[in-house]
């Protein structure tokens, strides 16, 4: 889910992936921020579908979100 926006900004992306099939890869998110305070941050796998409809996919991921708390002082 998106973070508070007082006290985070939205996430940007940065992808680190081979272009040979089945090689693996990895995905970074920075958040800027724009206060103090706390704010949850959360991550979902979901592979080949959308958050509305996440599937982790067979042994790709967390079938659970994780979420990580953010404090900005």
């Known amino acids: ?10 996430g940007r992306e940065a992808l680190d ?3 040979e099939p089945g090689c693996g890869g990895r ?3 920075t958040f800027p921020t724009h ?6 941050v959360v991550f979902q796998y979901c592979y080949r579908s959308r958050p509305d409809d996440c599937d982790p996919g067979p042994d790709r991921g967390p079938a659970q979100p994780v979420t990580l708390s953010v404090t900005v002082r």
């Open 1 to 10: 889910g998106p973070p508070d926006t007082t006290v985070l900004g939205e």
């Open 17 to 19: 992936v081979c272009d």
């Open 35 to 40: 206060g103090e305070g706390t704010t949850w």
């Open 27 to 29: 995905a970074g998110w």
